[in-house]
Every structure is written in structure tokens, then in C-alpha cells.
């Protein structure tokens, strides 16, 4: 998983270049969020927040509340840290939502006052700012121009830099008609010719806008878990507060009289404020995450749900394989040598274009088939769906056609009444085992062989598939390809399965059974013929070249258009209900640690028995109660970079997993607070009477 | 610990817990209605119950709302009942001591005490219940709060089981409580009580023998229909003893026979439960990961209690007594024990009894020594060391929600518990249910401290008073009814609180537990995979506990340093 | 689903109310009167028609030609069973030790410098133990047997008459029940 911590790396150095300004805006921003309008939406800091008034109150008249021990000085030191707490707790915020304003800005300076040229309903041109344009408008861009708005390409072909969007600065041809590649994003540059395109959305409604409105990420919503875990600790805060509360009665009773001070000091401990402080910056961090690795989530539950996928749907062409299949190799049917056959096919490729046909001709080259002068005045026929076939009608009259071997056999039976030779689908079936389709070549009624048009996998295929294995996601490969050549490339590939011969259709209807038993599903598409699809899985990921309807489909867009992509939204989906659950074990477990720190020290003076729980021999009971209280506010800073980095996610299965995690945060959890007490505490006593 | 005590303990365990599977798996035919071999006998019997109920009531499909408003209306009337027959007992027939009605305070936390399977009782049995009282107004609510228990963990367990038609039929209240009366409580009721009574344990309708001294004078002595309440006291973890004693008194048990057969008639539901539980969601390993967690907590408490009481306290040391076992006595603290049973049968009897929230007790738990009184507590506290018949397990299974949120987050997961996705509904109900028992607990015992009401009761002061008091309301909220006895709570005040403080306990506790069910219930369910949380293994067991340890202790830690932990640190002030 | 919801809850209450708060209570009298007479109505012990005590209810013995069973919280007081519930550190359960110890003593000088068997200054958890320990019965024994002029002999197999041993040999505690003790050393007096 490098390459992808580099990627991110790379464009995290992009906006490092604010690094320095962004803590200083966090800072003030921190001071700006004591406004009891936003704490109140933090149950359990909300509570700190009304700790810090009291004693601040009462560091003016410490016996607001009856007499008791402490004092002044005691409260004022309590209020101090409290605010220190708070402050530390709105500075994780801060950083957090920072860090994503900083990206925002950074794609605002992208967003820049252009003038378009609209295109009237005479055909003229009119020159109209970019917040002039509506829906429908049709505009014309040339070299040289910014890209106004979003829209959907009309005419031209032109190539198109966007990197102001990915971060890719490798131009991208676009052009009307096809399924990906036919849409451009406002803010983008065009390089060369020119292009007219109809625009798809309004002002402020543009792809452009709605990335900065969800990196911003400022009135984002809270995700279901988090809003669950929220419950658990605003309840574990209420049992602490009752605890708290009816200590003071259940001491009276005793004649220890407690201060005010030093129960809102054990009731701050006692609450999980830890995860308390960072549970929003870790979501916003996560989102955050996302952006960076150039995945644009429409909302903070898509990465969640990515983290909960179960079953992963990915085409082969293009995704698992590379875009286009290469030709590997030539099969003649008897009778005919190796080089008759290259002949043949380079002959019907001749004025074939595409990648496929290309292929054909250099592979036929490599075979030793050469060009002939007569080629000049052959004309080359295109690839129809009807006939399922592509070819060259040479000078003298021959045929050349190549295709699907049951569309060149009824062609000859068709047209030259010539019987189809039985070797031929013998000929078929060895490369469809070998995970390559087989085109068939003929030369007017005569077959002449095979060629093998192999899929290459993309490098790492298998890898990332074993990955997503130990992480317990079962792979499905979707293929228009026939089930033998399929059921190869998934052996090669090492996916869990596969449907052949798929059509759009067949995925929702794969998705769709997959949810009923129960399984999270995900995929990834381009084409409108994905939309429903995409909406019906769990996890969309949409390309960013696909059409408009797939990426609104989607809950999530890939700006580098890479399918692949997804295998790192699923972990970094993990890393944030990860991170979300060991801090919270780290904050539980951290209160064992400061009872013993802080009961010994409110009930020692009166029950002199109780020393004997002073285990980590603290100075006296104030700097113990200070201590653990410093502790307490100290560990927020302190794992602010864990909670935006995220916990380190490994793919192993889930009780290696939990055992590593509750080693390290629940054990750690309960052993760290005894060391960081008792160095505070040691600290504390040089200059605390 | 002695020798002989480590056998009798491990032996009584041993036994138990094998009883439990083969009950446990009789349990899970019961109530999922396949054949048992009882059924040539009482298919026409449950067949009669249930026309006579009404073939309309007990054939209509409950959810989980049925089932909690069933056990409601119900147990209401039957609180009623209760209660009117307590407070006109004095013109009712079988009350040979002519003892009149009680008080409405004190027939208001009879009714509630009972028909919420606490027990707690203000009221010294012998001298204020008539014999027909005994039978109609104590022995009758036993078995339906008993009951009411196990129909309501079944119900539970239904709609854990993911049912097809996502919990909108978990079954019909009364078939399932008409089943558990005919099925369990009765039969096993019919067969024990003649062993007690074998035992010495009374089953007469005369109230009073009148014994003529050898040294002169004369000594009345109660006498009763006893041992059929006993067994279904100890069968239905329910534990109001006929006489105040308890299981103390050599009426209620006589001898180390009937001690050890009142011992296994604690545990047998609540162990067999768990099997059940395995059973009815086909996750035998989670069955036993339960026993194991529950298991480490029983024998733990056990372990320490037998040894505290066995070691004794420098108070007892000092006024010369033979604290080690040997010679012909048994040693220990003997304050408030008898000596049939020794230190070992004992502790033994009170640690299950607590944890099992039966409170029953044979011995004095006021004098125990403050470890061995701690344990009692901290039993009541987290609640779920198996616990009480049915509801034990509810609370174990609350606590394993929140151990399965927290670790199923730490694997990457959205938690999910059984297959079944917990989210924010699950989570505020789960959270709900552990809000109440530390609520019910320490907002009365601070009332009940700090103000005249409550300290006047007091038998003991300072730390061992606070204990007292503390200890009530915990045996309260956890249904439990043992007590500190020394506590005269016999007052209006004490009555109406602790009344109070038992039917929420109770009540809101269920309701919630049946709402969570039916909640997961209509969940779809989602399968799992290498990348789920296993919830049976050893170390997510050690998670569970981890858990329980760590959140009843941080809830009650306080209070417990001012109770007992500091009676501990004064009678060792050196360490 | 209310109407017969309420009328089946009132229905239940009445069924059970007679089945487990009569039928069930009378039958098991019924039953056990007939099985277990003795054992149904007390164990009562009799000397001719006069009941003179249950072999399970302790009852208070005093002076030097009995044997003593344990201090009572009710003073062996049948209708009122209770223990102490004095708590470890209470300062009454110190006095109540020390107090009943310091009568011994001054009744025995020679246990002074001796430990005393746990049950014989402890109070019980009924008030009405009738039971023990087999070291408390033994060290009283030289006492009861100088108070009557009995040879010890006699009076210790008279104790090992009373005694019950563990069942089974493994639960609860060897004991002597002080009640047949006595009733036995009553009748080995008549000559």
C-alpha cells in the first residue's frame, strides 16, 4: 500500500504550503467555539464547558457553596485547566475542519471570474460571466480557455488539463458520445482544439462548489455510528454525573466534607472526555482522508459504509484488466501456416483504428506478415453490432473480415455457402481456455485460423484481491466475456467469482441478491448504464471521466478514475471506525488509573485507612486531584495526531485485529495515566503548597 | 480455605453447572415447543390452563410490546391481589396467631417486593403472617414472579434468534408463562418439597407447638406449611423466607443435605439459561464463552468470600478465638452463622444467593466480614453474575452489547451483535438499561443518608451504616431482597422508596430488554465474514468481562471506598 | 388485543392465585402429612403427651449441669428468630465478645490462656441454632460431668451419641445438637 501513501503524500504536500497559517487559524477558531451554541452539540464537553464556569465562579467565592477545603488558588487551578480542556478539545475541531477548509480554499482559487462564450439561439456568440450560465446554455470553449461551468460535451474532441481537480496534471482527450470521457468539470483547462458543450448545472450547483461545500465540512451531519457512540458516552457521563452528585451526600455521612471544585475535577475525569474531544475531529479527518487519496464522499456515511462492505463488484475490462486487449497470438486451422494467417488478419485490421486492431497488425508484424501495395486501395469496413464483425475489402475483390467466431462462420455460410471447418471451434475453445477471445479470420469463404486477443491484468490484481480477503470482502469480476474465457481471467486475477456474458441487468440483479443475504455491497462504474446499479449498491464509486447520471447515482466520485480505488476507501472506511473505538477504549480504561489517583486523595485526610490506595504515592491531595486533572486535559493535544491521522489499519482478519487494538489501547489505556499522573504529580509538587 | 471447604464448593459448582445442560436443553424444547417427556401428562393439563385462561388470550401472536404489556397488566393484578390479602388478613381464615392486617406501607412493599421477585422483606415472617397469608399471599406470587422471569428472558431469546418474520410473533405471554408454571416451577416443586420435609423441614397447617422446658418455661414454635414455600423460594431465585431467619433457621433448612439442595435449586434456572440462550440463537460457543465470563465472577466472589470469612477479623482474633479451622470447630467468623453449615456452607449459600440475585441468605450477612460483605454487594451491583431467573441474563447480554460496540469499532465494522447491525436505537436502549441501576441505587441511598428518614434506621454507624443502607437499595434495584438486616426499615419511608426503587428496577429494566429485542429482531440480518467481530471466543470473553469489571467498577467504586473498602482499611490500618 | 389482554390477565391472576397459593400448598401438606409425620410437624420430641421441645429449635440451657449452645440474638425466643447483625467492626458485637468470653473465664479459670471454638462466644444466624461444634461439646464436657458426678467417660459417649458428622462426608460441618444431648444426660441421671 505505498503507492497510495504516496500519492496522498504528494498532494498533502500541496496544501502543506498553509500548514503554518492553518494552526494559527485553528488556535483562533478554538477560542471562537466557546460559544455555548456549539458546545452544547458535544454532550460530553458541554459539561466540562458548565464545569469550567462553576469553579471559575468559585475561584472569586470559594464558599459559594459552603465552607470546604481548597480554596482560592485550588479553584482557580481547576477553572484554569477546565478551560485548557475545552480549549484543547475545540482545537481537534478546529484542526480538523482547517485542514479540510484549507483544501477548499485551495480549489476556490481554481474557481476564478471567467467569461464564457454562450452560444445563442442564432448561432452567435455572446460573452457572459461564469455565474451568468444556466442549465442548458450551450457554450464554446477553445485552446487556451478555463472551463466555465459543468457540462456535457456537444461537438468537438479536444484534450483537457484537470489538474485543478485531481492533481493529475496528465491531459485527458474528451469527446462527445461516449460513455466516459464526455463531460467537463468547471474550473478545468482546455489544451488544445476546441469544444462545445451543453451546461448540466446551475450556479453553485456545479461539481466545483460541491466539493468545496463538503470539504468545508463545517455543517456537516453526524454519521449514524457516530451519532450512536455519542449516545454511549453522553449516558456514561450522566451515570458519572449521578455518581459525582451523590457523593457528596454518601461522604457527609462520614463527615467528609467535598468541595465543589474537587467533584466537578472527579466527575471531569471520570467522563470520557478524551474520545469526548476528538470524536468530531476524527470524522472530519476521515472525510478528510478520503479527499486526499481523491475521492470525493458525498457524505460522511459512505466512507463508514465503505468500511462495513462485504462483497466488492468490479468490471474486468479496464479495472481488473487493462483498458484494451492485445493480441498474443496467432492459431492457424489446418492447412495453414502461422504466417498466412498473420497475413490474413493484418490484412483485415488494416484501416482498423482501434486498440484491438492495432495490436493485431503489430503482432502481425512481429509474425512477419508485411504490408502489400495493394492495401492503398482496399477500404477498410468498421466493427457493427450487427454483423459482430470488422474487415477490409481488398482491390481484388477478397473479403477480409475477422470477429466473433459464430459471426465469421455465418458469414461464409451466408455469402459463400462454404461449410464451416470442424477444427475451427476446437480452435476457439483452446484460446477460451486460455483466457483469451478468440476472433476468427477469414479470407472471403475461408477461414484461415484464430487470433487470441488476451486481457492483460493490470499488475497488483492479485495482491490487493488477497488483501481484500483477509479483510473478509469477497470479490466479483463482471464481464461481457464468454464463461470459459472468464472463468480463466478470474483464476488468473484471484477474484471469488464472476458473471459472464453480463449484461446491465445482471448487476443489479447480483447486487440485489447479495443484500439479501445480508452483505454489504460496492461497485464501481462509469457508463449511464451503471446508474441504477451504482444507487442500488451500498457503495457507489463513480469515475470522474463517466457520464453525469453514474456520478449522481453514486455516493462517492473517483477523480483519478481509478476502480482499484475503491479497495482504499473500504480500509480507510476501517481506519475511521478503528480510530473512533480505540480511543473510546483508551478513554474508558484511562479512569481506572485516576480513581486511584483521585479517591485516595479526596477521602485520605478522613479515612487515613485509605493511603493504602495511593499506590502511585502522590504528593499530596491537591496535586493529586490537579494532576489527574492535567492528565486529563494534556492527553487531548497529545493524541489530536492519532485522531487525524487515524489509527494504522492493517489488513488482518478481526480477532487479530482486536487483540493488537485492545492491547495496545485498553492495556496501554489503563497503564499510561499511572506514569503521565505520577510525572505530573512529581512535577506539580516542586512548587505546589 | 480449608480442604474439605474447597471440595464442598467445587463439588456443589460441578454439580450445578452439569445439571444445567441437560435443564437448559429440557428448557429450550419447553419453550420452543417440541416434544418432552412429560408431555403425555401435561399436554391436557396446559390444554385445560389454557381454555380456562381464555383459547383466544393464549393462542394471540405478541410481539415484544404484547409480551411487556401482558406482563404488566398482570403481574398488576396479581401485586393487587397481593396486597389485599395482606392488609385483611386479619379476618381471612388459617391464622391460628390471630395477627391482623399489615399496614398499607407495609403491605404496599410486600405486594411490590414479591411480585418483583425481590423478596425483601420488613416484616419478620413467624410473628406477622398468618399461615393463609404464607400460602396465598407469599407462596402464590413466588411462582409468578418466577415466572413472569423466565417468560420474559425466553421472549428475549425468541426475538435474538432472528425469526423470519422479524419478531412481529415472538410467541403468547400466557401459553409461555402457563407452560413455565406446568413444565418447570410446578413439577420440580411437587418433587423437592418432600425432601425437605424428609429433611425436618414443616408442611402442616397447625401454627404453633408449645413446648414445655426441661429447665421450666415454655417455647412457642412456628410451625407451617414451610417447605413448599422454600423450594419454590430457592427454584424461582425468589428468597422471602417464612420465618425472619431465612434460610438460617433450622425450619427452612435443616440440614447440609437440604443446604446443598437449596444451593443447586438457585442456580439451576439461571445456569440452564445460558445454555438455552445458545440453543435458541444456534451459538452453542457463545453459550459457553457466557459461562465462562459469568463463571470467573461467581467463582471468584466464592473464592474470596469463603477466605475472608475463614481469616476473620483482629476483633475476633482478640477476643480469643480459634480462628483456623481444626480441633473439631470450624474457626472463622461464626457471628451470625450456623454452625450445621460452618464458614464454607455459609459463604458459600450467600455469595450464589446474591449473585443470583435469590436473597436468601443462612447466615447474617451484617456480620461478615467487610470483604466478604463487599462481594455480596458488588454481586448486586454489576447484576449479571448470572443472576436472577431470566433477567441475569438480560443484563449480561446489555453489558455484552456494549463490549460488542466498542470492540466490533475496533475491528472496522459498524458493531454488529448475532448478525444483527447495532445502531443508535440499540445503543440508547442498551445505554437506558445501565442508566437505571446506578440511578435507582445512589440517588436513594444519598436521600436516605442525608436525611433523618433514612439514618434512624441504622443498626450499625459510620462505614458499616453506610453499607446498610447502601446495601438496600442495591438488593432493591437488583430484585435481589437480602439485606444487611440490621436495618430497621420497617418505616413508611424505607417502605415506600424501596417499594418504589423494586418495581422500576424490575420493570423498566424488562421493558427495555424486550424493547432492544424487538428491535434487533426486525433487523435485517447481515452475514459474517473474516472481517466480522466473533463474539465466541476467548478473547472477546475476556473483552466481555473486561467490560463488566471495568464499568460497574467505575460506576460504584466511590461508593464502595466509603462502605466497605474503608471498613477493610480500618481493620487493617497497616496495610 | 386490550379486551382479552385484561380479561385474560384477570383470568391468569385468579388461576394461579388458586393453583400455586392453595392447590399447591394444601397438596404438598396434604402429601407430606402422610409421608413424614414426624418431620411435618416440627420433629417435635415428646415425654409421654408433654412436648418438651422440636429436636431441630434450639432452646436455652443455663447453669452448669447443661450443656450450653450458642449465644442467642433472641434468646432462643421461637417466635422472633434473628442474628445480631452486628457488623465486624461494631463496638457492641467487641463488648458482647469480650463480656461473654470474661464470664467463661471467671467460670473456668483454665481457659485464660486457651482459644475458644468460633461457635461458642458467637451468636447464630437463626437465634434458634440448636446445634455446636464437636470442640465446644468436648471442652464442656468435664464441666457438665463435675456439675452432675458423672464419670467424663459417659458423658463423652453421651456426646458422641449426639453427634452428627458431615454428610456424605464432605458437606457441612460435624455438630452436636445440644437439645438431644441434654434430653439424653436428663435420662441418664435417673438411675
Known amino acids: 500500500m505505498n503507492e497510495i501513501t504516496h500519492r496522498s503524500e504528494r498532494k498533502a504536500q500541496a496544501y502543506q504550503a498553509q500548514a503554518g497559517g492553518l494552526v494559527k487559524r485553528a488556535l483562533w477558531e478554538s477560542l471562537r467555539k466557546f460559544d455555548p451554541r456549539v458546545q452544547i452539540r458535544n454532550p460530553v464537553m458541554f459539561i466540562v464547558w458548565l464545569g469550567m464556569w462553576l469553579t471559575f465562579l468559585l475561584a472569586f467565592d470559594p464558599d459559594l457553596f459552603g465552607r470546604a477545603a481548597g480554596g482560592a488558588m485550588y479553584n482557580a487551578t481547576v477553572a484554569a485547566i477546565l478551560f485548557f480542556t475545552v480549549w484543547f478539545a475545540n482545537f481537534a475541531e478546529a484542526l480538523a475542519e482547517g485542514r479540510g477548509r484549507a483544501q477548499a480554499d485551495a480549489l476556490r482559487h481554481t474557481k476564478t471570474d471567467v467569461l464564457a462564450r454562450r452560444i445563442k439561439a442564432d448561432g452567435t456568440l455572446e460573452s457572459v460571466p461564469a455565474e451568468g450560465l444556466r442549465k442548458g446554455d450551450r457554450v464554446r470553449v477553445d485552446r487556451g480557455d478555463i472551463i466555465p461551468t459543468d457540462g456535457e460535451i456537444l461537438e468537438g474532441i479536444a484534450s483537457v488539463d484537470e489538474s485543478a481537480i485531481t492533481g493529475e496534471s496528465a491531459p485527458v482527450l474528451k469527446e462527445p458520445g461516449t460513455d466516459m470521457f464526455s463531460t467537463v468539470t468547471g474550473g478545468t483547462k482546455i489544451l488544445s482544439d476546441w469544444l462545445v458543450f451543453k451546461v448540466s448545472a446551475d450556479p453553485g450547483q456545479t461539481f466545483l462548489d460541491r466539493m468545496i461545500h463538503l470539504v468545508e465540512g463545517a455543517r456537516r451531519q453526524k454519521t449514524p455510528n457516530e451519532i450512536a457512540l455519542t449516545v454511549l458516552l453522553a449516558v456514561l457521563s450522566l451515570i458519572f454525573l449521578i455518581v459525582v452528585a451523590t457523593l457528596k451526600p454518601l461522604a457527609a455521612f462520614l463527615h467528609i466534607d467535598l468541595g465543589v471544585a474537587t467533584l466537578v475535577a472527579l466527575l471531569v475525569a471520570l467522563m470520557p472526555t478524551t474520545i469526548g474531544a476528538l470524536l468530531s475531529a476524527i470524522g472530519i479527518a476521515g472525510i478528510d482522508r478520503a479527499t486526499r487519496f481523491n475521492v470525493l464522499a458525498m457524505s460522511g456515511r459512505a466512507v463508514e459504509a465503505a468500511g462495513d462492505v462485504q462483497t466488492l463488484m468490479l468490471d474486468k475490462t479496464g479495472t481488473i484488466t487493462m483498458g484494451n486487449r492485445q493480441a498474443t497470438e496467432f492459431i492457424g486451422l489446418p492447412g495453414f501456416e502461422e504466417l498466412a494467417v498473420a497475413q490474413a488478419a493484418m490484412a483485415a485490421s488494416w484501416f482498423d483504428t482501434t486498440p484491438e486492431g492495432r495490436s493485431i497488425v503489430s503482432l502481425a508484424m512481429t509474425r512477419g506478415a508485411r504490408r502489400e501495395p495493394s492495401w492503398d486501395q482496399a477500404q477498410g469496413l468498421e466493427f457493427s453490432a450487427e454483423t459482430r464483425m470488422s474487415g477490409t475489402n481488398l482491390a481484388d475483390g477478397t473479403r477480409a473480415r475477422k470477429g466473433a467466431v459464430a459471426a465469421v462462420a455465418r458469414f461464409i455460410q451466408e455469402n459463400f455457402k462454404a461449410p464451416v471447418p470442424a477444427e475451427l471451434k476446437e480452435a476457439a475453445e483452446t484460446v477460451a481456455r486460455k483466457g483469451a477471445t478468440p476472433l476468427a479470420v477469414t479470407l472471403d469463404g475461408t477461414i484461415v485460423g484464430v487470433i487470441a486477443l488476451s486481457d492483460v491484468l493490470k499488475p497488483g490484481m492479485r495482491e490487493r484481491f488477497d488483501y481484500m480477503r483477509t479483510l473478509g470482502i469477497r470479490t466479483i469480476m463482471v464481464t461481457g466475456d464468454n464463461p470459459i474465457t472468464a472463468r480463466v481471467i478470474a483464476g488468473q486475477a484471484g477474484v471469488d467469482d464472476f458473471i459472464a456474458e453480463a449484461k446491465p441487468e445482471d448487476k443489479i440483479r447480483v447486487i440485489r441478491s447479495e443484500q439479501a443475504k445480508g452483505r454489504l455491497v460496492a461497485m464501481t462504474g462509469d457508463g449511464t448504464n451503471d446508474a441504477p446499479a451504482l444507487a442500488q449498491a451500498d457503495v457507489g464509486l463513480a469515475m470522474h471521466s463517466g457520464t453525469v447520471p453514474a456520478k449522481e447515482a453514486a455516493n462517492m466520485i473517483d477523480l483519478d478514475s481509478d476502480p482499484t480505488k475503491l479497495i482504499d476507501v473500504v480500509a480507510i472506511g476501517k481506519q475511521l471506525l478503528i480510530t473512533r473505538g480505540a480511543l473510546t477504549t483508551f478513554s474508558i480504561a484511562n479512569d481506572v488509573a485516576k480513581y486511584f489517583a483521585m479517591l485516595p486523595a479526596m477521602f485520605m485526610r478522613s479515612l487515613p485507612g485509605l493511603g493504602a490506595l495511593n499506590i502511585m504515592h502522590l504528593a499530596t491531595p491537591q496535586t493529586a486531584v490537579l494532576s489527574a486533572l492535567i492528565f486529563n486535559a494534556l492527553i487531548i493535544p497529545i493524541l489530536i495526531p492519532l485522531a487525524l491521522r487515524g489509527v494504522r489499519f492493517r489488513p488482518t482478519g478481526a480477532d487479530a485485529l482486536l487483540a493488537r487494538n485492545v492491547l495496545i489501547y485498553g492495556v496501554g489505556g489503563l497503564i499510561v495515566p499511572f506514569v503521565g499522573i505520577k510525572v505530573i504529580d512529581m512535577a506539580l509538587s516542586l512548587f505546589w503548597h | ?575 | 388485543m386490550w379486551r382479552p389482554i385484561a380479561g385474560g390477565a384477570l383470568r391468569m391472576t385468579l388461576l394461579v392465585w388458586v393453583i400455586c397459593g392453595l392447590a399447591y400448598p394444601l397438596l404438598e401438606v396434604g402429601v407430606n402429612q402422610a409421608l413424614f409425620p414426624q418431620a411435618a410437624n416440627g420433629s417435635l420430641v415428646r415425654i409421654g403427651h408433654r412436648v418438651i421441645g422440636s429436636r431441630l429449635i434450639g432452646e436455652r440451657f443455663t447453669g452448669p449441669a447443661w450443656f450450653h449452645g450458642r449465644p442467642s440474638a433472641c434468646g432462643y425466643h421461637a417466635m422472633q428468630s434473628e442474628a445480631s447483625n452486628l457488623g465486624p467492626l461494631s463496638r457492641r458485637l467487641r463488648d458482647h465478645l469480650w463480656a461473654r468470653r470474661a464470664r467463661l473465664v471467671r467460670e473456668h479459670p483454665e481457659l485464660a490462656t486457651e482459644r475458644l471454638p468460633a461457635d461458642m462466644i458467637t451468636s447464630s444466624g437463626s437465634g434458634l441454632d440448636p446445634d455446636i461444634s464437636v470442640a465446644n461439646a468436648e471442652m464442656q464436657a468435664p464441666w457438665v460431668a463435675r456439675a452432675r458426678g458423672l464419670p467424663l467417660a459417659r458423658v463423652q459417649a453421651l456426646v458422641a451419641g449426639a453427634t452428627k458428622g458431615r454428610w456424605l462426608g464432605l458437606f457441612g460441618e460435624p455438630r452436636v445438637n445440644v437439645e438431644v444431648l441434654n434430653w439424653a444426660l436428663a435420662r441418664s441421671v435417673a438411675p
Open chain 2, 1 to 575: 480455605m480449608t480442604a474439605s471447604g474447597f471440595w464442598q464448593i467445587a463439588l456443589v459448582l460441578g454439580i450445578a453447572f452439569g445439571l444445567s445442560i441437560p435443564f437448559g436443553a429440557y428448557l429450550a424444547r419447553v419453550f420452543r415447543g417440541e416434544r418432552t417427556w412429560l408431555d403425555p401428562i401435561l399436554n391436557p393439563v396446559d390444554a385445560f390452563l389454557c381454555r380456562i385462561v381464555g383459547r383466544r388470550t393464549t393462542a394471540l401472536p405478541m410481539d415484544w410490546k404484547g409480551y411487556a404489556v401482558s406482563m404488566l397488566v398482570t403481574n398488576a393484578m396479581m401485586g393487587l391481589l397481593v396486597y389485599l390479602i395482606l392488609s385483611i388478613q386479619g379476618v381471612l381464615p388459617w391464622n391460628p396467631l390471630r395477627f391482623s392486617g399489615l399496614n398499607p406501607f407495609l403491605a404496599f412493599n410486600t405486594a411490590a417486593s414479591f411480585i418483583t421477585n425481590t423478596d425483601w422483606q420488613n416484616y419478620a415472617g413467624e410473628s406477622a403472617l398468618s399461615l393463609f397469608s404464607q400460602m396465598a399471599a407469599i407462596t402464590f406470587p413466588m411462582f409468578a414472579a418466577a415466572a413472569t422471569g423466565l417468560v420474559a428472558a425466553i421472549a428475549f431469546f425468541r426475538a435474538l434468534a432472528a425469526p423470519a418474520d422479524g419478531g412481529r410473533n415472538l410467541g403468547n405471554f400466557y401459553h409461555d408463562f402457563i407452560r413455565a408454571l406446568t413444565r418447570v416451577l410446578l413439577p420440580l416443586c411437587l418433587v423437592v418439597t418432600p425432601v425437605l420435609v424428609w429433611q425436618g423441614s414443616p408442611e402442616t397447617l397447625t401454627g404453633v407447638a408449645v413446648a414445655h422446658l426441661m429447665q421450666g418455661g415454655v417455647q412457642h414454635i412456628p410451625l407451617g406449611p414451610v417447605a413448599d414455600l422454600e423450594v419454590i423460594k430457592q427454584l424461582g431465585t425468589n428468597g422471602g423466607g417464612f420465618f425472619a431467619a431465612n434460610s438460617a433457621h433450622p425450619f427452612e433448612n435443616p440440614t447440609p443435605l437440604t443446604n446443598v439442595v437449596e444451593i443447586l435449586l438457585m442456580m439451576v434456572t439461571s445456569l440452564s439459561l445460558v445454555v438455552t440462550f445458545g440453543i435458541f440463537v444456534g451459538q452453542r460457543r457463545l453459550a459457553w464463552v457466557m459461562y465462562a465470563v459469568m463463571g470467573v465472577l461467581l467463582v471468584g466472589g466464592i473464592a474470596v468470600t469463603v477466605c475472608a470469612e475463614q481469616a476473620g477479623t483482629p476483633a475476633l482474633a482478640a477476643s480469643g478465638i480459634m480462628l483456623q479451622a481444626g480441633h473439631g470447630q470450624m474457626g472463622g467468623n461464626m457471628v451470625g452463622k450456623e454452625t450445621r453449615f460452618g464458614v464454607t456452607g455459609s459463604a458459600l449459600f450467600d455469595t450464589v444467593s446474591t449473585a443470583f440475585t435469590t436473597g436468601s441468605v443462612n447466615s447474617a450477612l451484617d456480620s461478615y466480614t467487610p470483604l466478604g460483605g463487599m462481594v455480596s454487594l458488588g454481586q448486586m451491583m454489576l447484576n449479571c453474575v448470572f443472576g436472577g431467573k431470566g433477567v441475569g441474563t438480560l443484563n449480561f447480554l446489555m453489558y455484552g452489547i456494549f463490549a460488542v460496540f466498542i470492540a466490533g469499532l475496533m475491528v472496522g465494522r459498524t458493531p454488529e451483535f448475532l448478525g444483527k447491525k447495532l445502531e443508535r436505537r440499540e445503543i440508547v436502549l442498551a445505554a437506558l438499561a445501565l442508566l437505571i441501576h446506578p440511578l435507582i441505587i445512589l440517588l436513594p441511598a444519598a436521600w436516605a443518608l442525608a436525611s433523618p428518614y433514612g439514618v434512624s434506621a441504622l443498626g450499625n454507624a459510620a462505614s458499616h451504616g453506610l453499607s446498610e443502607i447502601l446495601y438496600a437499595f442495591t438488593s432493591a434495584a437488583a430484585n435481589n431482597g437480602s439485606a444487611f438486616a440490621g436495618l430497621q426499615a420497617n418505616t413508611p419511608w424505607y417502605n415506600s422508596v424501596l417499594g418504589l426503587v423494586m418495581l422500576i428496577g424490575r420493570y423498566v429494566s424488562i421493558i427495555l430488554m424486550l424493547a432492544l429485542g424487538g428491535s434487533l429482531a426486525a433487523k435485517p440480518s447481515v452475514s459474517a465474514t473474516a472481517g466480522t467481530l466473533r463474539t465466541d471466543t476467548a478473547l472477546f470473553g475476556g473483552f466481555w468481562l473486561a467490560t463488566i469489571i471495568v464499568v460497574g467498577a467505575l460506576t460504584f467504586l466511590p461508593a464502595l471506598v466509603l462502605g466497605p473498602l474503608a471498613e477493610i482499611f480500618m481493620m487493617h490500618p497497616h496495610g
